[in-house]
Nanobody
Framework: QVQLVESGGGLVQAGGSLRLSCAAS????????LGWFRQAPGKEREFVAG????????GYADSVKGRFTISRDNAKNTGNLQMNSLKAEDTAVYYC????????????????????WGQGTQVTVSS
């Protein structure tokens, strides 16, 4: 199993940047693909970005492509989401999630494919 803790959220003006981190505890961090999701009030949880175990494969939602960058540092058991050019519509609680890569699975945009979740970190973008 893996435990996930997000950090780095906060209040930022539109056009600004934030860097979210996801610290993982437990063994075999490289056995997991990571995903970032977000949920705004009254809306369903939506996919933001995903990364495979090595960092060699990444994917993004169209709404964040070109503005957000997902990465991971397997030596430090951390995942990161660099968010630039933030917009008011990026306001949400952001969650880090992990999915086992057993049988070669990689990241997924489907939140139901992830068994492990952090508690979330609030990102608020003021316009």
């Amino acid at each position: 199993q893996v435990q996930l803790v997000e950090s780095g959220g906060g209040l930022v003006q539109a056009g600004g940047s934030l860097r979210l981190s996801c610290a993982a505890s437990g063994r075999f961090f490289t056995s997991y693909a990571l995903g970032w999701f977000r949920q705004a009030p009254g809306k369903e949880r939506e996919f933001v970005a995903g990364i495979n175990w090595s960092g060699g494969s990444t994917g993004y939602a169209d709404s964040v492509k070109g503005r957000f960058t997902i990465s991971r540092d397997n030596a430090k058991n951390t995942g990161n989401l660099q968010m630039n050019s933030l917009k008011a519509e990026d306001t949400a609680v952001y969650y880090c999630a992990a999915r086992t890569t057993l049988y070669g699975a990689t990241w997924s945009s489907n939140p139901n494919q992830y068994a492990y979740w952090g508690q979330g970190t609030q990102v608020t973008v003021s316009s």
